[in-house]
């Protein structure tokens, strides 16, 4: 079914757009209190939060860091904060003290927005951080009376959706995160082509049960405007329950990542043969790598299509796949490059590689953020054309989609030999002993690199033993070199908060020795 798609020059032009054509349509629903909000109510509270915010101070270029969780509060504090022309930057509010104080120092935050006092008491903490810097930044607490005036104090809405208006801090699968700058467009085209490549329209029901301070909600956001359909927001995401509310509402889509399709699996598994959410037709996520063999347990199981994408913080879309694409095309890739996004494979030594040869991704075009806030990263960060490098391995196939086979950092180089851990990944997922795994290379003296998978035990299952592992991958028709030679057993892979992403940096210095 063809859906129109909306465009604005700013995201604040794409909410009063889409309240043109369906004030009264849902646009979000709170999934915890079964709260409704339009897009007509979601414009006009958030351009009095504005006009509240405008009060306290908060105007164009005032840099404003927020950490509030998934919800109707978070998502009109970005609107709000849009309608200003502020900068701002979304954290998570699963971030510490340390995190959090580091990121606003950076930033020379002029502003710090957190919720209530909680499960953690988020005040305190940002007097405490406010208390220790330089350049303090003023709190506003986003609980009770939030900021109010009003609409028609405020003054004319920006108008130049390329400037950089967003802050988001990578998600830490390093040890050193860096500031990657956006403007509305960046987002917006994200959130365009995503709307696209999904096939939604006004009467698809989609959710946020992921962080909305990550990349991904403002790109959702977009998606939103620029399609008309709804979502459900839940601050936290425990499958059981998410799959319940989801089922009230009529949830037509949902995701995240990786660990999101596997929570909802398990949770199948545990109802045989009765649909655990019946209205969905797709799931649909990235972030984290996709093992091929989870596609077919998806739709096999869960009575839906799979389609799992491929971005970044520094690029929201790179790769997207559809509903009509085919089985193998949906299992074994990450789909097409999407519109504004020019894509090449590169060669070590700089030459474009040839059709299925593996090489490093390049990207470059409108949808590729701005730069850093370290201006110093950015030579080594973009070529001599201007493509990104983002540090990832894959090859265009013949019918041009794009298969991700590794990280630059993830090639384990063994004797010489080039071994890419996302392929031995892919084949141990399939094994039923095993729940998750991560592929890594530790240093030896012999070997330069030798190859150890890491793994975390399948729920009921006795642990996989070495002898197991070596047996199922001779059996796989793996290259004997490519076997790991080193088999751990943790009870949880240690990943980071955003999006379940293994953090194989922590691993490595485990194991090292």
Known sequence: MEHRILEAPTLWALLQRR??????????????????????????????LAAGFQQRGIGPGSVVTWQLPTGITAVMTALALARLGAVQNPIISL??????????????????????????????????????LEHPPQVIVMSGDLPQGKAADLPPAPEDGEAVR????????????????????????????LARAMGVGSADVGTVAFPYAHIGGAMYTAMLLSSGMSAVLLDRFQAGEAAAIF???????TGGSTAHYEA????????????????????????????????????AELGCVLTHNYGMTEVPLICAGSPGHGDDQLAFSEGLPVEDIELRIVRPDGSLAAAGETGEIRVRGRGVFKGYTDKALEADAFDADGFFRTGDLGLLRTDGRLTLTGRLKDVIIRKGEN????????????HPKVRAVAVIGLPDAE???????????AEGQPPLAFEEMVAYFWA???????????LELVERLPRNETLNKILKHVLRERFAS
């Open 166 to 193: 967003w802050v988001y801090y990578t998600s830490g699968t390093t040890s050193e995160p860096k500031g990657a700058c956006h403007s509305d467009q960046t987002l917006m085209i994200g959130g365009r082509n």
């Open 447 to 457: 070997r330069g690199e030798r190859v150890c998978a890491v793994v975390e035990p």
């Open 95 to 132: 971030y510490g003290e340390r995190e959090v104080r580091c990121i606003v120092e950076r930033n020379r935050s002029d502003f710090l927005l957190v919720p209530g006092a909680a499960e953690r008491d988020f005040p305190a903490m940002a007097e405490r951080i406010r208390d220790s």
């Open 264 to 299: 909802l699996l398990a949770e199948q598994r545990r109802q045989p043969g009765e649909p655990l959410i019946p209205s969905l037709r797709l799931l649909c996520g990235g972030g984290a790598p996709k093992p091929p063999e989870l596609y077919y347990q998806v739709k």
């Open 419 to 430: 071994i890419s851990a996302r392929e031995l990944e892919d084949i141990l997922y399939g």
């Open 476 to 486: 796989s028709g793996i290259m004997v070199q490519k076997i790991p030679e080193q």
């Open 19 to 48: 309240v043109v054509l369906t004030p009264q349509a849902n646009m979000l629903i709170d999934g915890r209190r079964r709260l409704h909000l339009s897009f007509s109510q979601a414009l006009d509270i958030s351009a009095r």
């Open 247 to 253: 089922c009230q509402f009529g949830v037509t889509t």
